[in-house]
């Protein structure tokens, strides 16, 4: 995983929406694509780039895939971010 690839897939607002659908559970790609107003090869597409950036996990059962939050990718991304705001002084390194 990428952090530019992270970011990237976070940056776009439906996938952040996709990804807080998913924090209740796993569902299936048409019950996603059936919350939004735009096509299903959107979704499609959306559900992609979130899944090439390991912010999310497929499984397929029967005919239907679902989808559910990889948490742990979620968790070094909140750890980054806490070490570059400092809130981590342990780590933190001063350049004089």
């Given at each position: 995983?990428?952090?530019?690839?992270?970011m990237?897939?976070?940056?776009?607002?439906?996938?952040?929406?996709?990804?807080?659908?998913?924090?209740?559970?796993?569902?299936?790609?048409?019950?996603?694509?059936?919350?939004f107003d735009?096509?299903?090869?959107?979704?499609?597409?959306?559900?992609?780039?979130?899944?090439?950036?390991g912010l999310?996990?497929?499984?397929?059962?029967?005919?239907?895939?679902?989808?559910?939050?990889?948490?742990s990718?979620?968790?070094?991304?909140?750890?980054?971010?806490?070490?570059l705001?400092?809130?981590?002084?342990?780590?933190n390194i001063?350049?004089?």
């Amino acid at each position: 995983m990428a952090i530019q690839d992270t970011m990237r897939a976070l940056s776009d607002p439906i996938r952040r929406q996709i990804l807080n659908l998913l924090k209740k559970g796993p569902l299936p790609a048409g019950d996603i694509a059936g919350r939004f107003d735009v096509t299903g090869a959107a979704i499609s597409r959306h559900l992609a780039v979130l899944r090439q950036a390991g912010l999310i996990r497929d499984r397929r059962e029967g005919k239907y895939i679902y989808y559910e939050l990889n948490a742990s990718v979620l968790e070094e991304v909140m750890l980054w971010l806490a070490e570059l705001k400092g809130e981590n002084d342990e780590t933190n390194i001063e350049t004089v």
